[in-house]
């Protein structure tokens, strides 16, 4: 019995022989495919952890929680709807509330001080300074009871 020849392939061109040796043939597409969307969605997911970031462009939606001092600067930086300066009524209620940033008379007839920033990081590192200065004291003072009781004497 005679056998069958198999037909002879036709030898490609050196950069389909090529593409197919490193993957990158017709047979390789599914393998791509599911590459790049491992790639879109790892993408995806930097893309919305950069956005949560304090780097974003969005500085005022952060996930870094306010320090304490912040916080209690935070009325200094709220946004006041100003009057129209034409409408009289609504310039008298705007003053009576409190009028702008750095008027000299407050809404209840208290002084306003302007102070710049220095000034408040002047006062928190004062607060700060007269807070461990107490507990120095108190630490201090307990040690020296504890003495006196441990020697006999009767303090109170």
């Not at 043939?25 to 791509?32: C, D, L, R, T, V």
């Not at 997911?45 to 912040?70: I, R």
């Not at 935070?74 to 009576?96: K, T, V, W």
């Not at 000034?119 to 461990?132: A, P």
């Amino acid at each position: 019995m005679p056998r069958k020849r198999f037909p002879v392939p036709e030898p490609k061109t050196g950069l389909q022989h090529f593409l197919k040796k490193i993957g990158l043939g017709k047979e390789n597409y599914y393998f791509w495919k599911q590459i790049g969307k491992a790639l879109l969605c790892t993408y995806a997911v930097f893309g919305a952890a950069w956005v949560y970031n304090e780097t974003s462009p969005l500085g005022w939606w952060t996930l870094v929680p306010m320090p304490k001092e912040q916080k209690e600067l935070a009325h200094l930086y709220e946004r006041r709807m100003y009057p129209y300066p034409g409408d009289e009524e609504a310039m008298q209620e705007f003053i009576a509330r409190g009028g702008m940033i750095g008027t000299t008379i407050g809404p209840k007839g208290m002084v306003e001080s302007d102070k710049d920033d220095s000034d408040y990081k002047k006062d928190l590192k004062d607060k700060k300074f007269e807070q461990e200065a107490q507990k120095l004291w108190l630490r201090m003072r307990n040690e020296v009871v504890a003495e006196l009781q441990e020697k006999g004497f009767d303090v109170e």
